[in-house]
């Protein structure tokens, strides 16, 4: 039986597509053209709209913007910082940016209420989102859940948890307690959760660094369990893509080599990201830590560094199943027309 999670989220979507319409409308003459027309300099201008605030979680554009990748394409980027307050699909649907970052769990509701978006590539092959309990706790397992309490952060940041206790036969309703989660780690440090999410390249390397030794530690990785959902992708509007293939294309191109770079010099990368950041908003070790955890997550191993940016069509199914079974989308999504790999072939075959 599908459980109806993101009914709220759906009013508050469709508020927002009518909003975006309008104004769509009512731009469309100035927009529809920018990204044809060539900046002062003779480049053509792109704005990338990232998720969240400069870290390591983006270093392969910051580095592809500071290596001047993206300027030997012929491109003049822009990356526009994210925040709690920015929706990168909005951004991208009402021509603030021309391509966004965000998981695909966000980017498939916001096509399914009819934003003219697609993914154009997928940078995380893996999910990096796991499940860490003291082991002090019990939790050798996900068997071992029931009656504990379970953290998340919420906010569409838990549905590879549900699908997790649906695998093993919980209701998170009656068989454990799963609370919301702060973007601290308190909580989990001060026992008042068995078991708290944490990310790979984050959440994980605070505990560590707050004194918890890795050896006290329980893992439960939802890769391992075969939940795992496709988190960091690249996607754009539909219709300016349909006349920018090719700028897409190049600034894929360039993404890619600064994601290489970045993956093979993780020090080089922090110092460009740190330039970036906030004064006293993260430590150098924090960016570098973070920097060689989301390289496994870009190209795991086994995977080959040229295919940075292809789509795993298997794994978006799973993602797009998922995403419908909690629902966070109404009805199954079509995945062909939910994302292409036309652009990553056109920027890998040259």
Not at 197 to 215: D, F, I, Q, R, W
Not at 312 to 331: L, N, P, R, S, Y
Request: hydrophobic share 40%.
């Amino acid at each position: 039986m599908k459980r109806k999670f993101y009914s709220v989220y759906r009013l508050f979507a469709l508020f927002v597509l009518v909003i975006v319409m309008i104004l769509t409308a009512c731009g469309s003459e100035t927009e529809s053209g920018t990204n044809s027309e060539s900046s002062s300099n003779g480049l053509t201008p792109v704005t990338l709209q990232l998720k969240w605030v400069p870290q390591a979680q983006f270093a392969g554009y910051y580095v592809a913007l500071e290596k001047g990748y993206y300027e030997e394409e012929g491109l003049d980027v822009t990356i526009a910082p994210g925040g709690p307050d920015i929706v990168p699909e909005q951004q991208v649907a009402n021509g603030a940016a021309h391509i966004g970052v965000d998981w695909v769990a966000s980017l498939l509701p916001h096509i399914e209420q009819g934003l003219p978006l697609v993914q154009i590539a997928q940078i995380y092959q893996e999910s990096g989102l796991l499940l860490i309990s003291k082991k002090d706790a019990g939790i050798e397992s996900p068997e071992d859940l029931e009656d504990k309490n379970v953290g998340n952060w919420m906010g569409g940041n838990e549905f590879e948890l549900l699908a997790l206790f649906d695998k093993y036969g919980f209701d998170p309703n009656s068989d454990l307690s799963f609370v919301k989660q702060a973007f601290t780690m308190d909580q989990f440090l001060s026992g008042e959760l068995d078991a708290a999410s944490a990310m790979t390249y984050n959440e994980y390397h605070v505990v560590l660094e707050s004194g918890v030794s890795e050896s006290d530690l329980n893992v439960i990785d939802m890769n391992d369990e075969g939940v795992a959902m496709l988190e960091d992708n690249l996607f754009a509007n539909k219709e300016w893509l349909e006349e920018n293939k090719e700028t897409a294309a190049k600034f894929l191109r360039a993404s890619i080599k600064g994601w290489q770079e970045a993956i093979k010099d993780p020090e080089g990368a922090v110092d460009i990201i740190m330039a970036e950041s906030e004064e006293g908003s993260s430590t150098r070790e924090h960016q570098l830590t973070m920097m060689k955890e989301v390289a496994k997550l870009v190209v795991p191993e086994g995977f080959d560094p040229e295919k940075i940016g292809q789509t795993d069509a298997e794994m978006f199914q799973q993602t797009a199943d998922i995403a419908h079974q909690f629902g966070v989308i109404e009805k199954p999504a079509n995945v062909e027309e939910a994302f292409t790999n036309e652009i990553f072939e056109m920027a890998t075959s040259q």
